[in-house]
C-alpha cells in the first residue's frame, strides 16, 4: 500500500510513467474503461472544491469504478468532534482508495498513517497539492514537449499557493530550469522554498513587476490571492487585485507563451484572455482528470 502525500514521494521516472499512462488513456480511452471495475474511490473533502473533487470522481467512474464521500466537514462526522484518524480508519473500511482534502497541513499525511488504504493528498492547507502539480506537469508536456530549459514565472499568492509550493518542487528536478516569482512582498514565496532552491543551485529572480517579467516567460502560472488564507480582511482587501492578467499586458510575450492557473478564477485573469490560444488553464482541467486516472491506476496496481 502506497500513499501519494507529496509531488517529491514520486521520483521523476514515476512522474513520466504517470504522464505516459495518461497520454494512453487520452488516446485509448476503451482500453481502461473497466480497470477498477469493482473499486470503490471515497473523497473526503473538508475544504470546498470543485475541480479537484469531481475530476477525482470522473476519473474513477471513467475506470469503471464507483465513488462514495462527502464534499465538506458539516456533511461528516467532523460535525460532531471525530478525529481526521477515526474518519479515514472508517471510510477504509468501506473503499480501496481515498482522495483526501484538508485545511490543515498535515491532515493527509496522520490521515495515512492511519488507515489501511492509499491515501492522495488532494491539498492540505498552504503546504502540497501533488495531482494538480501532475495535471500541471501533463500540461506542460503536451503544450511544451518536455520540462527543461524553460524559465517558469509564477505570478500572485506564492505564500499560501499550495499549487505554486509543488510546482516548484516538481521542476526544480528538471536541467536548466529558472523560476520568476513574481509577488507583492506580503506574499513571496516562503523562505524554506528559497531556502532549497539556493541549496540546489537552482535560478531563480523575485521581482513584484509582472510586464517586466514578461517577455521571457515561457509558461505563466497566474494565481488568485486566496481569501480563505488570511486572517485581516483589510490585507486581503488590499492585495487582491495586485495582478490582473489581460491583452495589454500580454503584448510583450511570446508567441508559444502557456498560461497556466490552477483555478478558480476570480478576477486575476481578463475573460478576453480566454480566447487566446495560449491559454491553458482549462486544459488544465481536463488534463487533471486524465492524470488522476492514471495516478489511481498505480496506486491501486491495477494492471
Same mark, same amino acid.
Given at each position: 500500500? +502506497?500513499?501519494?502525500?507529496?509531488?517529491?514521494?514520486?521520483?521523476?521516472?514515476?512522474?513520466?510513467?504517470?504522464?505516459?499512462?495518461?497520454?494512453?488513456?487520452?488516446?485509448?480511452?476503451?482500453?481502461?474503461?473497466?480497470?477498477?471495475?469493482?473499486?470503490?474511490?471515497?473523497?473526503?473533502?473538508?475544504?470546498?472544491?470543485?475541480?479537484? @473533487?469531481?475530476?477525482?470522481?470522473?476519473? &474513477?467512474?471513467?475506470?469503471? %469504478?464507483?465513488?462514495?464521500?462527502?464534499?465538506?466537514?458539516?456533511?461528516?462526522?467532523?460535525?460532531?468532534?471525530?478525529?481526521?484518524?477515526?474518519?479515514? +480508519?472508517?471510510? %477504509?473500511?468501506?473503499?480501496?482508495?481515498?482522495?483526501?482534502?484538508?485545511?490543515?497541513?498535515?491532515?493527509? &499525511?496522520?490521515?495515512?498513517?492511519?488507515?489501511?488504504?492509499?491515501?492522495?493528498?488532494?491539498?492540505? %492547507?498552504?503546504?502540497?497539492?501533488?495531482?494538480?502539480?501532475?495535471?500541471?506537469?501533463?500540461?506542460?508536456?503536451?503544450?511544451?514537449?518536455?520540462?527543461?530549459?524553460?524559465?517558469?514565472?509564477?505570478?500572485?499568492?506564492?505564500?499560501?499557493?499550495?499549487?505554486?509550493?509543488?510546482?516548484?518542487?516538481?521542476?526544480? +528536478?528538471?536541467?536548466?530550469?529558472?523560476?520568476?516569482?513574481?509577488?507583492?512582498?506580503?506574499?513571496?514565496?516562503?523562505?524554506?522554498?528559497?531556502?532549497?532552491?539556493?541549496?540546489? %543551485?537552482?535560478?531563480?529572480?523575485?521581482?513584484?513587476?509582472?510586464?517586466?517579467?514578461?517577455?521571457?516567460?515561457?509558461?505563466?502560472?497566474?494565481?488568485?490571492?486566496?481569501?480563505? @488564507?488570511?486572517?485581516?480582511?483589510?490585507?486581503?482587501?488590499?492585495?487582491?487585485?495586485?495582478?490582473?492578467?489581460?491583452?495589454?499586458?500580454?503584448?510583450?510575450?511570446?508567441?508559444?507563451?502557456?498560461?497556466?492557473?490552477?483555478?478558480?478564477?476570480?478576477?486575476?485573469?481578463?475573460?478576453?484572455?480566454?480566447?487566446?490560444?495560449?491559454?491553458?488553464?482549462?486544459?488544465?482541467?481536463?488534463?487533471?482528470?486524465?492524470?488522476? &486516472?492514471?495516478?489511481?491506476?498505480?496506486?491501486?496496481?491495477?494492471?
Amino acid at each position: 500500500m +502506497r500513499s501519494l502525500l507529496d509531488i517529491v514521494d514520486l521520483t521523476v521516472e514515476e512522474i513520466n510513467e504517470l504522464i505516459a499512462t495518461a497520454n494512453d488513456i487520452i488516446a485509448n480511452p476503451d482500453k481502461y474503461a473497466e480497470k477498477c471495475k469493482r473499486k470503490k474511490l471515497a473523497t473526503l473533502f473538508f475544504e470546498p472544491s470543485t475541480r479537484t @473533487r469531481l475530476s477525482f470522481e470522473a476519473a &474513477m467512474l471513467e475506470l469503471g %469504478g464507483s465513488v462514495l464521500g462527502f464534499s465538506a466537514a458539516n456533511n461528516s462526522s467532523a460535525a460532531k468532534g471525530e478525529s481526521v484518524s477515526d474518519t479515514v +480508519r472508517t471510510v %477504509g473500511c468501506y473503499a480501496d482508495i481515498i482522495a483526501m482534502r484538508h485545511p490543515k497541513e498535515g491532515a493527509p &499525511m496522520i490521515a495515512s498513517m492511519r488507515c489501511d488504504v492509499p491515501i492522495i493528498n488532494a491539498g492540505d %492547507g498552504g503546504h502540497n497539492h501533488p495531482t494538480q502539480t501532475l495535471a500541471d506537469l501533463l500540461t506542460i508536456q503536451r503544450e511544451k514537449g518536455h520540462f527543461d530549459n524553460l524559465v517558469v514565472g509564477m505570478c500572485g499568492d506564492l505564500k499560501f499557493g499550495r499549487t505554486v509550493h509543488s510546482l516548484i518542487h516538481a521542476l526544480s +528536478r528538471y536541467e536548466n530550469v529558472k523560476f520568476v516569482l513574481i509577488s507583492p512582498d506580503e506574499l513571496k514565496v516562503p523562505e524554506y522554498i528559497i531556502d532549497e532552491l539556493n541549496k540546489e %543551485g537552482i535560478p531563480y529572480v523575485e521581482t513584484t513587476s509582472l510586464e517586466d517579467a514578461m517577455p521571457e516567460l515561457d509558461i505563466l502560472y497566474m494565481t488568485r490571492v486566496q481569501q480563505e @488564507r488570511f486572517f485581516n480582511e483589510a490585507d486581503y482587501i488590499r492585495l487582491k487585485d495586485s495582478y490582473i492578467l489581460n491583452m495589454d499586458k500580454l503584448a510583450s510575450a511570446k508567441s508559444d507563451l502557456c498560461i497556466m492557473h490552477p483555478l478558480p478564477r476570480v478576477n486575476e485573469i481578463s475573460v478576453a484572455v480566454d480566447d487566446d490560444p495560449r491559454a491553458c488553464y482549462f486544459k488544465q482541467v481536463l488534463n487533471g482528470k486524465y492524470i488522476r &486516472m492514471a495516478l489511481i491506476l498505480k496506486l491501486l496496481e491495477v494492471a
